[in-house]
C-alpha cells in the first residue's frame, strides 16, 4: 500500500527565516511525486512534479527536490503571504494520487 | 491547465438527505477525480469517474452512498446519499493537467451534515 508521511505537522517560521518541509513515501513504482498549496477553504494548488531521484524545481522562494525515499520543499527567506498547508502526493499507477497529512505553515510578520 | 469550476461551493444539509455536487471543466479530460477531505485532514480518494464507463471506487467507499455520473468528457456529479454528520467534508474533484501540469482541483464543495 502506498503511503506518504509528512513532517513537520506544522511549522511557526519568522518572516526571512528559511526551513524544509519533509515528505517521506513508499510507493511501487512512482509516477511522479507532487507538492500542492492548499489555503483555507480552496482546493489545493499545484505547485511542482518530481519524476526521478536528484531532480530538482524552483518557483519564486519554493525550491523542490527528490530522493528515491523522500522528498523536500524547502522555503527560502519566507513571507507572511508564503502561510499554507503544503500538501505532498506520489502517483502509482492507476492515476491515483495518495496524499500525506500536509504541513501548516505560519510566517509571522 | 483546466480550469473546474465546482457547485455548491458549501451547503448545511439535514442527515438522511442527498446532496449532488457538480463538476464542469473548461476542456475535455478523460478521467475526473472525486476526494474528500476531513476536517483538519488530507485528501482521500473517493473513486475515479471515466465518460461511458462505472466509477471506480477506493477501499471503503460505495457506489450506494457515493453515486457518480459522467455524461460526458467535461462534466460530472458525485452525490452523498443518505447523509450523516461522517458525511461532514469538504468534496473535491479533479482532472488531470496537460503537459505534465499535474493534477487540476476545483475549489471544493464544503458540507456540513446536521
Known amino acids: 500500500e502506498d503511503q506518504v508521511t509528512q513532517s513537520p505537522e506544522a511549522l511557526r517560521l519568522q518572516e526571512g527565516e528559511s526551513s524544509s518541509l519533509n515528505c517521506s513515501y513508499t510507493?511501487?513504482?512512482?509516477?511522479?511525486l507532487f507538492w500542492y498549496r492548499q489555503d483555507p477553504g480552496k482546493g489545493p494548488e499545484f505547485l511542482f512534479t518530481?519524476?526521478?531521484a536528484g531532480e530538482e524545481k524552483e518557483k519564486e522562494r519554493l525550491k523542490a527536490t527528490l530522493t528515491k525515499k523522500e522528498s523536500f520543499l524547502h522555503i527560502t527567506a519566507p513571507k507572511p503571504e508564503d502561510s499554507a498547508t503544503y500538501l505532498c502526493?506520489?502517483?502509482?499507477?492507476?492515476?491515483?494520487?495518495?496524499f500525506g497529512g500536509g504541513t501548516r505553515v505560519l510566517v509571522k510578520p | 491547465s483546466a480550469v473546474i469550476s465546482q457547485k455548491p461551493s458549501r451547503d448545511i444539509c439535514q442527515r438522511g438527505t442527498s446532496l449532488t455536487i457538480q463538476c464542469q471543466v473548461d476542456?475535455?479530460?478523460?478521467?475526473m477525480f472525486w476526494y474528500r477531505q476531513q476536517p483538519g485532514q488530507s485528501l482521500t480518494l473517493i473513486a475515479t469517474?471515466?465518460?461511458?464507463?462505472?466509477?471506480?471506487?477506493e477501499s471503503g467507499f460505495v457506489i450506494d452512498k457515493f453515486p457518480i455520473s459522467r455524461p460526458n468528457l467535461t462534466f460530472s456529479t458525485l452525490t452523498v446519499s443518505n447523509m450523516s454528520p461522517e458525511d461532514s467534508s469538504i468534496y473535491l474533484c479533479?482532472?488531470?493537467?496537460?503537459?505534465?501540469?499535474?493534477?487540476?482541483f476545483g475549489s471544493g464543495t464544503r458540507l456540513t451534515v446536521v
Open positions: 479533479s482532472v488531470e493537467g496537460s503537459g505534465f501540469l499535474g493534477y487540476t
Open positions: 510507493v511501487s513504482g512512482l509516477r511522479g
Open positions: 518530481l519524476y526521478s
Open positions: 502526493a506520489v502517483e502509482a499507477a492507476g492515476n491515483k494520487l495518495t
Open positions: 476542456s475535455q479530460v478523460t478521467m
Open positions: 469517474a471515466n465518460q461511458g464507463s462505472e466509477a471506480t471506487y
